[in-house]
């Protein structure tokens, strides 16, 4: 141990007199750590929110009565099951909207707490703890999250109106209800809900069930069903987050190159060090020891400070994720981070992953160099050489990989595995494919100091490489990511245009209103088409799925574009002989055109052939079109969920103001075409809101390696600059020339990141988008856009460049002068 604690101390010393090496592992540790684990952090905390959504009203054994048709059912089914005996409890669920607000709705859980089967807990509380005089008594209480009300602009202990002008108890903060939802007794929502002896369905005790008798003939318009366990969210979801921890990781391993490089040339400048402590009788295994207690030091200061940083990013962008998948998925998660003591634990462990990642290689360099060896730099560059070709040979057999996963995988794991085996063949690659170009510059260039230009590129690259893969990573993910939301946005914004072709868009607030509102509008003056929406939800293959019933217009040819169709695809459609499907639920179906669609219904299963396919970009459900007629004659519970309204000139505004003042609709449920081409743009802006600030993030991370890896290689750069000052080449133009070897470095990398770049492009909207999502887009290639991104690799190259050679071109007469007087 005395011995080991000498020898770290030794190695301690050169940090003393190289701090800017400690601060480069340090920064390259906290910057890979805080990117890794913000991403966790936004995913960790959805994926808790998603949780408590499941666990609103959960208990160890539960099933439930549901209606077989429609949403609800009445009341006095439930009334009948208990004098009958049976241990039954009623649960209302709806939403309700606040006009005015960010947040413009939010679920109305209404439940009775007097008979909930033994073991439920509401929110994580149970049944038995329930305040009930506060809970059902006058005026009662409105369990509400926290961020839910602070959302909502609302304060504790004092009652809410709704936009419909209906009044809530008073709402107390509960910390374990999901966000966006409201808990309130059965009574109080049947009244929020304008349901008056409605119940959505019945909760039972599935030990109790399995010993009770068939259901009455009372309950015939009643079916079991298994509890839900919150999957669909989950399965829905997953991609969005997986594509986040795919950004996050890239970050990771960017991060990394600078800690990879400031480690190599670290122990590059004490091979002297190495040398004497093993001339003095210091064996190898406490050599490697007290390096790795080295390097586990960095890596707990690192990791620190990386999951205080992330935790502060994720917080930044929590909000903009949010918003994305409530917009895209429904999905409501809190606007405020609540992380376990795990999360801040594991924030550490990764970092010391990151660091034996990191170092490892460099470690196992100097351990197999033989004594004499560790301080002749030829020696060194022997050995860089030879990982240099193991490094191409991993290169290849990352590309075999790539093309495997391209083939022979089906899911969005095989998917994102290729795309990361590109990027890191594209890598190891580099350094090979710059050398490889250097050396045919250097067969054309003539003249003394051009041939040295090259040569001491050629020199300098091996410490380079690691900052130009890093660069080379950051700036083909932001090519990729950057062409494939702008081919998104080309594509969104064209199939918006052609679907939002009514003028007007309402969502009543219950199917009596619909008809009534469809009965009125369609003899009002300037209403030229009235188009009603019949909806109903079932399963396919265990995927959600939405029936829409419409009636075929004659515009819908050209307002509703197909992907694929068959003849006469509309004419069928509306005559109710065939169906059409969304892109993503004929993937997940695995059927095509002509196919025939089995669909679940209450008189048995309906066949129908399958006679167009359609885009439904940014919803997560498959969704099937039939005709109104026939939905409503084979699912009788589909609902007329909404109205859109195709208007004469300049009748949108005074329309809209007679339906809000005639049917008490506000302007959350009558909403004109541009401001639903807004909200929609939106939400598209905020989707991609934290992947662009990822991408941004990573590339000024890869800047701060290639400003790093400079700065250190200031100090050596000295001894081979000294010999061409004594020939006469002045500091000022030793500066620039080496500003020039950095920015054709950077240049050549640029180039080489173009092509990478459009690779994972078109991988994104090709394979990860299919595996995602469900959809493929178009590959828009913007030459400008890369253009864009090329010069912007090149200023994040020359402002790290800057103040490293600002440094060496301002070097004392002296200190040249120095490197003549210490010749080795």
């Known amino acids: 141990m005395r011995t080991l604690r000498i020898t770290l101390l030794a190695l301690l010393s050169h940090w003393r007199r190289h701090p800017l090496q400690f601060f480069s592992i340090l920064t390259g540790l906290w910057l890979a750590t805080s990117l890794w684990t913000g991403v966790e952090a936004l995913n960790g905390q959805a994926r808790a929110d998603y949780a408590r959504a499941s666990a609103m009203l959960s208990a160890p054994s539960q099933s439930q009565l549901i209606p077989r048709q429609g949403q609800r059912f009445d009341q006095n089914l439930y ?107 059965i009574g109080a929502a049947q009244t929020l809900l304008g349901a008056p002896g409605q119940v959505s369905r019945l909760l039972v005790d599935a030990d109790l069930a399995a010993r009770q008798p068939p259901l009455p003939s009372a309950a015939a318009a009643l079916q079991w069903r298994a509890s839900e366990d919150g999957g669909d969210l989950q399965r829905l979801t997953e991609s969005f987050h997986l594509n986040l921890t795919a950004l996050g990781m890239l970050a990771f391993i960017v991060g990394l190159f ?18 004497t402590l093993r001339a003095c009788g210091v064996n190898l295994s406490t050599l490697i020891s007290a390096l790795a207690v080295e390097l586990g030091a960095f890596a707990i200061l690192g990791g620190l400070a990386g999951v205080i940083s992330g935790y502060l990013l994720a917080s930044v962008l929590l909000g903009n994720v949010a918003s994305s998948l409530r917009g895209l998925y429904g999905a409501e998660v809190s606007g405020q981070l609540s992380l376990s003591p795990s999360w801040w634990v594991a924030g ?58 391209w083939r022979f995988g089906n899911s969005l794991l095989s998917a994102l595995l290729m795309m990361g085996a590109i990027l890191l063949a594209g890598a190891l690659f580099l350094p090979a494919l710059l050398d490889a170009a250097l050396a045919g510059l250097a067969r054309v260039c003539r003249g003394p100091l051009t041939e040295w230009f090259i040569a001491d590129s050629r020199q300098q690259l091996p410490a380079m490489a690691l900052a130009l893969m890093a660069l080379l990573l950051a700036l083909s993910a932001s090519v990729g990511v950057g062409s494939m939301t702008e081919g998104f946005r080309q594509t969104f914004l064209g199939w918006l245009d052609q679907r939002l072709s009514a003028d007007l868009y309402l969502t009543p607030r219950d199917p ?45 040819p050209e307002q509703w574009p197909l992907l694929e169709q068959s003849d006469r695809a509309w004419d069928r459609l509306g005559a109710g002989q065939g169906v059409m499907l969304s892109e993503q639920l004929g993937r997940r179906l695995q059927v095509g055109l002509s196919d025939t669609l089995v669909l679940p219904s209450g008189d048995g ?91 941004t993030l990573t590339l000024a991370v890869a800047g701060i390696a290639l ?118």
């Open 79 to 185: 009334v009948a099951l208990r004098r009958q005996g049976w241990a039954v409890s009623p649960v209302l669920e709806g939403r309700v909207r606040f006009a005015g607000e960010t947040l413009t709705s939010v679920e109305v859980l209404g439940i009775e707490p007097l008979s909930l089967p033994v073991g439920t807990s509401v929110a994580g509380q149970a049944e038995r703890a329930f305040d009930l005089t506060g809970f059902i008594g006058s005026p009662g209480e409105a369990w509400i999250a926290p961020d839910t009300l602070q959302r909502l602009g609302l304060k504790a202990g004092e009652p809410a109106t709704t936009s419909d002008g209906q009044r809530l108890p008073p709402l107390v903060p509960r910390a374990e209800l999901a966000p966006g939802v409201i808990v309130v007794d």
């Open 258 to 275: 600078i800690v990879h490089a400031s480690i190599g040339l670290a122990l590059e400048q004490r091979r002297g060090v190495l040398r």
């Open 348 to 405: 550490v462990a990764i970092s010391l992953l990151g660091a034996l990642l990191a170092g490892c290689s460099s470690l196992l360099r100097a351990a197999r160099l033989p004594l004499l060896a560790l301080a002749q730099a030829q020696a060194w560059r022997i050995a860089q050489g030879v990982w240099l070709r193991r490094q191409a040979m991993l290169a290849i057999v990352l590309a075999i990989v790539a093309v495997g996963c």
């Open 512 to 556: 009596a209103q619909s008809v009534e509102i469809a009965a009125w509008a369609a003899g009002q003056p300037g209403v030229k088409v009235v188009q009603p929406q019949w909806r109903t939800d079932f399963r396919l293959q265990g995927w959600p799925v939405q029936a829409q019933g419409i009636v075929v217009q004659p515009a819908f």
């Open 605 to 695: 299963e309906q066949r129908l052939p399958i006679v167009g396919i359609y885009a439904d970009y940014g919803n997560p459900k498959g969704q099937v079109l039939l005709a109104a007629d026939r939905l409503r004659q084979h699912w009788p519970e589909a609902v007329m969920t909404n109205l859109s309204m195709r208007l004469e000139p300049g009748r949108a505004a005074s329309l809209a103001d007679t339906l809000k003042d005639r049917y008490g609709l506000d302007s959350t449920r009558v909403i004109d075409q541009t401001t639903i081409k807004r909200w929609s743009i939106d939400v598209f802006e905020r989707t991609f809101a934290a992947t662009g600030a990822l991408n």
């Open 707 to 824: 400003f790093i890896s400079l700065l250190t290689l200031g100090h050596s750069r000295v001894g081979q600059l000294a010999p061409l000052w004594a020939l006469g080449v002045r500091r000022s133009r030793l500066g620039w020339l080496t500003l020039g070897q950095t920015l054709m470095l950077a240049c050549l990398t640029v180039l080489l990141a173009m092509p990478l770049g459009l690779l994972l492009a078109w991988c994104m909207v090709a394979v990860v988008n299919v595996q995602a999502f469900g959809w493929r887009l178009p590959l828009y290639v913007s030459t400008l856009q890369l253009v864009q991104l090329g010069m912007l690799g090149l200023l994040t190259s020359l402002l790290a460049a800057a103040g490293p050679i600002w440094r060496l071109a301002r070097r004392q007469p002296a200190d040249l002068l120095r490197q003549f007087a210490d010749e080795r």
